[in-house]
């Protein structure tokens, strides 16, 4: 049984397109956002990658099913980083507030040391 | 009409010989037999590990073995069991053979994958045990950094990358079976027409493909740190410890529910064959093993309390665990409510049930006690821990194999085995594993830890209760090694149905024909209907 | 029995036509045999996402204690290299996407063109690839007993005498190797599976020039497809994660 053909128009303008957002990746890595550059970047990669899975992959084109499992994957994706987060965001260390400004966990001489304050 | 029962002519077993049909075989139950065989193999090996374990602790003193020969004993027999028994053992070897006629089908969807996961399983085992005979490894089976990644001077490297592979062999077995059930079923075998054996492998195969390759990015990372000095888990250079915990915690607590899960399945069957009732509150006991598969995802660091993680990370995690007892606890209330008003029997199958629902029972409660965490911080790495967890795997987890290895033995081999011997086994088994395990208990609430090979004297008595456990277990293990074997030759013809069981399974003769079915069926009614199977054997049809 | 009323009668060659040679016998029908495999395939891609997943794990929270070590350490990647290879590898799943239409619409000679194309510009991936660790081990980069971050007289990243570090060289020489463990594991393990895909395809490409796809089948062409496309994913997701945490 053949599936849904693209045709070749449309590859054409989804790699044109991929081409262009690397562009524009690169060229917001060069414009100072802050902290947002790595959302922009962020967003931006997860586009591209969404233009590869619909298109490319022809999971548009594809079950109900098929569709459910890639969801179900970066559903749990985002349950590995997300609840990983949990812990290192509740820590005193993190994002670089430990003793004399630096970033808790490394010590002056590059050694690990545990948190100034009593470990909870 | 009861024409003497022979074996039937032609049947899986007999269809080809030698060792090339077998080693080459696409068909699923000769793949669930070669299984059977070498996780037999591996729950020996890991059983005379134990057998050193608890040699070692019946005298207060580390006088049988070194610290270190005793750190190796129990890391050997946690990797072995937990790795290359319990998670393949229901699935690999139950769950291969009787998933597809459970469902109507002539073989799993990828019939070269099943018996490639099964070299994979063998190659992965060959490399564990490779590097048991170099040595072994002493880091436990958790392989905490910083000693397992800069420390220990043992075979770490060819021991986890066993452990790498053969959970390629994992993945591909959960592969297999999303596969098959969703797109292999009969005609008219909808989703809540399965046997609630299927809707718990499927659960189980989530897990697997789900949580396995987190384990084996952990493996490549611990692999990478020691063999070219990385420092990804490295505290000298700026590493966090705690990241290796969290994810091999993130797969090795969805694993446990790989290996319970399996079994509650064959709960399900058991309970409703042995009291000729329809399961109770079928769509719940379903849900609660997609609800056990999904929740087991987000507890991981209930294992890491005392590790370092944050108090806010700890409180969230222990709410969480608790929550994941709820769809257990439907499970064995719903087969409760089955058992009341039910045509109870105590065949064989059904002692290994009985069991089953206490000691699971047992070992769930005592998981709540852990994940309370004041409770938690006294009882990690004690005793106490050993025993919940044993209560689950072997009073529950091996109990659920071992009825469901009895349960469906006459449909693999057509042989009914001594229904007398098999009883005795399984009351030793019960015996010894709760002579074995309560007193760990104890000794745990009193503050023994676990891993190590000496004690405070006063403790002596519970250990000693124990280890003497041990050996009656050891002997309700060994039994049925040799009546089932018996069986094969000189056990009674079982015939299609010996159980009066109703799901699709036993509708094909004792032993199977290889494709299974002879014409495909077309499922019309709901499963665990009993009233054709109970007339059939009063003879009024 | 209390299933199974009626049994379906199931000749093995329906009437209406003989089956494909490629229908596996327990299957029923091409399509089942093709959504199976399709299914299938997205499931082994969902391992692979959890997978690089646990590196991506690992990468973040990194990056946020050391930010500076891994602002530094990206700088000192060769962003022309890593533009080059994104692009390569985005062109290099259009030529798979085009691969898997010409097998679909039956042209054999294309399929295999499109095919080759693909691996060539693998190829060219893991050259660049090569030309780029050769340049790290060169300055030392590679984590371990020989790491050195900055060597004396050298400037180990451009611009970094203008950035703001709150880091101390000491602590660069730990947390800059921290970096380049996490980049060589995700680019290494990222060329491994660029490697197999290679190989992958070779398969594929001898299988089509034999004329065993056509327009009913052509899923392994497919599920080849469906792989490259997804190495060409962590790629899209490795190359701003590594190459650009902040430039200049």
Redesign the interface.
């Known amino acids: 049984?053949?599936?849904h053909?693209?045709p070749?128009s449309l590859?054409?303008t989804?790699?044109a397109s991929?081409?262009v957002l690397?562009g524009v990746?690169?060229g917001a890595?060069?414009v100072d956002l802050g902290m947002f550059?790595f959302s922009v970047?962020?967003l931006?990669?997860g586009f591209?990658?969404s233009l590869?899975?619909w298109?490319?992959?022809?999971v548009k084109y594809?079950?109900h099913?098929?569709k459910l499992?890639?969801a179900?994957?970066?559903f749990?994706?985002a349950?590995?980083?997300g609840?990983?987060?949990?812990?290192?965001v509740?820590?005193?260390?993190?994002?670089?507030t430990g003793p004399g400004?630096?970033?808790a966990?490394?010590t002056?001489?590059?050694?690990?040391h545990a948190p100034a304050q009593a470990?909870? | 009409m009861l024409d003497k029962l022979k074996i039937p002519e032609h049947h899986y077993l007999n269809n080809g010989h030698g060792l090339k049909s077998w080693l080459l075989t696409k068909d699923h139950k000769r793949i669930a037999i070669m299984y059977l065989i070498s996780i037999s193999v591996m729950f020996l090996l890991g059983g005379l590990f134990a057998m050193g374990i608890r040699l070692e602790l019946a005298t207060p003193q580390g006088d049988f073995v070194s610290a270190d020969t005793y750190n190796k004993f129990f890391t050997m027999h946690g990797v072995i069991m937990v790795f290359f028994f319990l998670i393949p053992s229901i699935p690999a070897v139950l769950g291969n053979f009787l998933i597809p006629p459970m469902i109507g089908a002539k073989d799993l969807a990828f019939p070269r994958i099943n018996l490639l996961s099964l070299y994979i399983y063998w190659i992965g085992g060959i490399f564990t045990l490779g590097a048991m005979l170099l040595g072994g490894v002493d880091t436990g089976w958790t392989f905490y950094t910083p000693y397992s990644s800069a420390a220990s001077n043992t075979h770490i490297i060819p021991t986890a990358l066993g452990i790498f592979i053969a959970g390629f062999s994992s993945i591909l077995t959960g592969l297999n079976f999303i596969v098959t059930i969703?797109r292999m079923r009969a005609p008219g075998m909808t989703w809540f027409r399965l046997p609630l054996f299927v809707w718990a492998h499927y659960a189980t195969s989530l897990i697997q493909v789900?949580g396995t390759p987190?384990i084996a990015i952990t493996i490549v990372m611990l692999f990478v740190e020691r063999a070219f000095g990385f420092g990804i888990f490295d505290?000298?250079?700026?590493?966090?410890p705690?990241l290796f915990q969290?994810l091999f915690w993130?797969y090795s607590h969805p694993a446990v529910y790989i290996m319970i899960l399996p079994a509650l399945g064959v709960m399900s069957e058991l309970i409703s064959t042995f009291s000729k009732k329809m399961i109770f509150g079928y769509s719940f006991v379903a849900f609660s093993s997609l609800a056990i598969a999904i929740f087991g995802?987000?507890v991981?660091?209930h294992h890491m309390f005392v590790a370092?993680?944050?108090?806010?990370?700890?409180m969230?995690?222990s709410f969480l665990s608790f929550s994941v007892a709820i769809p257990s606890a439907v499970k064995v209330f719903n087969w409760t409510a089955t058992l009341y008003k039910g045509a109870i029997s105590f065949e064989t199958p059904m002692l290994y049930a009985y069991g089953f629902m206490g000691l699971f029972l047992i070992g769930g409660l005592t998981g709540l006690f852990l994940a309370t965490l004041g409770m938690d911080i006294h009882l990690h790495d004690t005793y106490f821990v050993v025993a919940h967890f044993h209560y689950i795997m072997v009073g529950g987890a091996i109990m659920g194999y071992m009825g469901g290895l009895h349960y469906w033995w006459p449909k693999m081999t057509g042989r009914m085995y001594s229904e007398f011997f098999s009883r005795i086994a399984a009351i030793l088994v019960f015996v010894g594993f709760n002579l074995t395990f309560l007193p760990q208990f104890i000794v745990g609430y009193v503050g023994m830890p676990r891993r190590y090979h000496s004690y405070p004297d006063e403790m002596q008595v519970l250990n000693v209760l124990s280890s003497a456990g041990a050996s009656v277990l050891g002997l309700g293990y060994a039994l049925p090694v040799i009546y089932l074997l018996w069986s094969l030759k000189r056990g009674a013809v079982a015939g299609p149905n010996p159980f009066g069981a109703s799901t699709l399974e036993w509708t094909m003769q004792s032993p199977p024909l290889t494709e299974n079915f002879v014409e495909v069926p077309i499922v019309t009614s709901e499963p665990y209907e009993y009233e054709h199977v109970v007339a059939k054997e009063k003879h009024l049809v | 029995m209390s299933k199974a009323v009626a049994h379906a009668d199931h000749g093995h060659a329906d009437a209406q036509h003989a089956h494909h040679p490629a229908l596996q016998h327990h299957f029923d029908?091409?399509?089942q045999q093709?959504?199976a495999a399709?299914?299938g395939m997205?499931?082994f891609?969902?391992t692979e996402?959890?997978f690089f997943?646990?590196l991506?794990?690992a990468y973040?929270?990194y990056r946020?204690?050391?930010?500076d070590a891994f602002a530094e350490a990206s700088r000192s990647l060769d962003?022309f290299w890593g533009?080059l290879n994104?692009?390569v590898l985005?062109?290099s799943?259009?030529t798979?996407?085009?691969a898997v239409?010409a097998a679909?619409?039956n042209k054999r000679k294309a399929t295999v063109n499109w095919l080759i194309l693909t691996m060539i510009l693998g190829c060219v991936f893991l050259g660049v690839k090569v030309v780029e660790y050769a340049d790290k081990f060169e300055h030392h980069h590679v984590p371990g007993p020989n790491y050195v971050w900055a060597e004396p007289g050298h400037e180990a990243a451009p611009g970094s005498e203008h950035a703001n570090l709150?880091?101390?060289p000491?602590?660069l020489?730990?947390?800059t190797q921290i970096y380049f463990s996490l980049y060589f594991t995700m680019t290494g393990l990222h060329a491994l599976h660029m490697i197999i895909g290679v190989g992958l395809m070779l398969v594929i490409t001898w299988m089509a020039w034999k004329g065993k796809f056509d327009?009913?089948y052509y899923t392994p062409v497919?599920m080849s497809?469906?792989y490259w496309?997804?190495v060409?994913?962590v790629w899209?997701?490795l190359?701003?994660?590594l190459y650009?945490v902040?430039?200049?």
């Open positions: 049984m053949s599936g053909i693209s070749v590859y054409i989804i790699f991929l081409m690397t990746t690169v890595a060069y550059n970047a962020m931006i990669a591209k990658a590869v899975v298109y490319f992959m022809h594809q079950s099913l098929t499992t890639v179900t994957g970066l749990f994706l349950i590995l980083l609840m990983s987060l949990i812990d290192y509740s820590r005193d260390n993190f994002a670089g400004g630096l970033p966990p490394v002056p001489e590059g050694q690990m470990p909870h | 969703h789900l987190v505290p000298t250079r700026g590493g966090d705690v969290h993130f995802f987000i991981w660091a370092g993680i944050s108090t806010y990370a700890a969230v995690f | 029908t091409m399509a093709k959504e399709v299914i997205w499931v891609l969902l996402i959890l997943g646990g991506f794990v973040m929270i946020v204690w050391y930010f962003l533009g994104t692009a985005i062109f799943s259009l798979m996407a085009l239409r679909q619409t709150s880091l101390t000491a602590q020489q730990n947390t327009a009913e497919e497809g469906l496309h997804f060409d994913i899209i997701f190359f701003p994660l650009l902040e430039r200049p």
